[in-house]
T-cell receptor
Framework: EPEVTQTPSHQVTQMGQEVILRCVPI?????FYWYRQILGQKVEFLVS????????KSEIFDDQFSVERPDGSNFTLKIRSTKLEDSAMYFC???????????FGSGTQLSVL | KNEVEQSPQNLTAQEGEFITINCSYS?????LHWLQQHPGGGIVSLFM???GKKKHGRLIATINIQEKHSSLHITASHPRDSAVYIC?????????????FGTGTLLAVQP
């Protein structure tokens, strides 16, 4: 079965530093998402992306966050100045079309010290 | 009050038992997802339902739109079914897959 790939699997950073989390969605998929899960809490929606623009974002997705699809294959989440509370598992997901099966990556565990 | 609630939070079963996990939601939805999260953290989509019932192998998912309730059943459970099972609702009018997640049900199947 095709896979969504995320790198790195673990990222440790200092508070205030910028981080970029990378995702390679399934190649013919058109809709892309970032979710996050703080340890012991529910998974939360961050942002959806279609046709090279954000289609919807949550209240969590403030000005410190941005997403890009720079080269037609990668889909990145940038956090400009990390805070302690950004520590979480970040999941990328993609679907081919609306109503299709959602495929998740294996996640990036971000630890902000 | 959480918009998506699951029960039980924790479930221990013996191998071979029939398992039911319940999900109730308070918002109008266009679809409901059942997801499986393994100890390493990876999430796999099991079902997406907007009505009725779906079956895949030993897994069955049902939804009652009027009652705002869905169930995930596992027949002939096996230790490899041990995982966190999450239901997630796609509200009406939201972007596709702007999901509202339940807190998950931690299932442990003992041999």
């Amino acid at each position: 079965e095709p896979e969504v790939t995320q790198t790195p699997s673990h990222q440790v950073t200092q508070m205030g530093q910028e981080v970029i989390l990378r995702c390679v969605p399934i190649s013919n998929h058109l809709y892309f998402y970032w979710y996050r899960q703080i340890l012991g809490q529910k998974v939360e929606f961050l942002v959806s992306f279609y046709n090279n623009e954000i289609s919807e974002k949550s209240e969590i997705f403030d000005d410190q966050f941005s997403v890009e699809r720079p080269d037609g294959s990668n889909f990145t989440l940038k956090i400009r100045s990390t805070k302690l509370e950004d520590s979480a598992m970040y999941f990328c997901a993609s679907i081919l079309r609306q109503g299709g099966k959602l495929f998740f990556g294996s996640g990036t565990q971000l630890s902000v010290l | 009050k959480n918009e998506v609630e699951q029960s039980p939070q924790n479930l221990t079963a013996q191998e071979g038992e029939f398992i039911t996990i319940n999900c109730s939601y308070s918002v109008g939805i266009s679809a409901l997802h059942w997801l499986q999260q393994h100890p390493g953290g990876g999430i796999v989509s099991l079902f997406m339902l907007s009505s009725g019932k779906k079956k895949h192998g030993r897994l069955i998912a049902t939804i009652n739109i009027q009652e705002k309730h869905s169930s995930l059943h596992i027949t002939a459970s096996h230790p490899r079914d041990s995982a966190v099972y999450i239901c997630a609702a796609h509200p009406y009018g939201g972007a596709t897959n702007k999901l509202i997640f339940g807190t998950g049900t931690l299932l442990a199947v003992q041999p």
